[in-house]
């Protein structure tokens, strides 16, 4: 099945999931919107902790809701603070996303919609294990 991305809407999911944020250390909300390759939209949100360095990203608790409602693969991806400030997914969470979407996943970024073999080129991925 090949679906539509539909941006506008996935950008507000963004926004939208980024209301669900807990961030009281860094104050910055930060939310995600996936498109999944069945058409449905799985969110995420960051969760931060005292424990500073062990907080999640959005694209961490996304990851988890992707597997929680029925897995498949992440087709595009647009991330967003509270106010709607494009993000860009740092680089742990750009590799969440290859691991999850592969080279053609499209992400939203400041230069445009570009796919992730040009986010992180010469990822490291699936195809380097034995
Ligand atoms: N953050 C994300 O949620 N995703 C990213 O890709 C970059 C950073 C969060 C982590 C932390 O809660 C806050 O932004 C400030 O670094």
Redesign the pocket.
Known sequence: MTVQVNWPDLRAAAVEAAEY?Y?P??R?K?G?AALVDDGRVVIG??V?NASYGV?????CTMAGQLRLTGGGRLVAVA?RSGDAEL????G??RQIIYELGGPECLLDTPRGVLPMSEVLPDAFGPQDLP
């Open positions: 944020a961030s250390y860094s910055l930060v995600v949100c960051n931060e907080g999640l990203c959005a694209e991330c993000l860009m997914p740092c742990r969470c």
